[in-house]
DNA sequence: CTGCCACTTGAAGTCAACTTGAGGTCAACC
DNA sequence: GGTTGACCTCAAGTTGACTTCAAGTGGCAG
């Protein structure tokens, strides 16, 4: 099992040394062992980083995704939960998708008044009232 | 044109006061008038705040939602910029697709060590492969 | 005309997620 | 053996996005 120094991971994940430190701080991921002062992740550690980079991306607190996964970086929800996770990224994907369509449909609408054009605001209307539920 | 009242307005968005309060404060938003000391909205403004709500979902800051959107709140953008950023959502929407995809199936797979598992680790890795480059 | 209550301001406080800085350690190359 | 460079700790600072607070104002119901 080989070892990784932080410098290593940091530059292998994109990830600063100082960040990888804090989330060690606050338990999000766990060093094996120290080569003297050093640090060494398993590297495992490098799965566990790209589900925070992606946990972080769907706007979940570095808490909730503490709380998803147990120390291995498995992931430890009960399959209900699991799901009622997937069904609440399902709502966001629908809201960044018509986000989206809107860009789209701007970029490419002549129109110089969107605010008044009825195909705009329909994608934001029926968007943004599927986000309210979500937001956290 | 009639003017919402800002507690009539926070309560039509779900959006507290204080908050809007906050938007103006940063330009993000603008009162139209005041009844009184009261600041007055016009009804627009209720399409410039679901906007809003989808930019924040989407990850944008507020200045950077500030920076897309006129003070009317039509998008401000020349179309290939407006087309970039649909791309990042693009890429975003994937990600989360994906995340969506892993946490669906480690609800369903009777694996207990997922970290191990192909199907898994294939999903995360490249989700996070495509996020590296539209973290902000 | 007297309360009341939802608003007002400006300043200060809070929280998450980091980053920065000062001062120290260690192994390795010149 | 000395300097360099990558790491270490612990504390303090920063940023973004708000919220809270104290003290004040204005319209309208009774």
């Keep these: 099992m080989k070892l990784l120094?932080?410098?290593?991971?940091?530059?292998?994940?994109g990830v600063p040394p100082s960040?990888?430190?804090?989330?060690e701080e606050i338990g999000l991921i766990q060093s094996v062992a120290r080569n003297g002062l050093r640090r060494q992740f398993d590297s495992p550690v490098v799965t566990q980083l790209a589900l925070i980079s992606l946990g972080k991306m769907a706007g979940f607190s570095l808490e909730e995704i503490k709380g998803m996964f147990a120390k291995d970086g498995t992931p430890?929800?009960?399959?209900?939960?699991?799901h009622l996770r997937a069904d609440a990224l399902d709502e966001q994907i629908r809201g960044l998708t018509r986000l989206r369509d809107a860009l789209r449909h701007v970029a490419d609408c002549p129109a110089e008044t969107h605010m008044d054009c009825p195909k705009f605001k329909r994608l934001i209307q029926f968007a943004s009232r599927s986000t309210q539920s979500a937001m956290r």
């Design 5 to 13: 120094d932080i410098g290593v991971l940091s530059k292998q994940c």
């Design 76 to 82: 430890q929800l009960p399959p209900a939960e699991l």
């Design 19 to 23: 960040t990888l430190r804090y989330y």
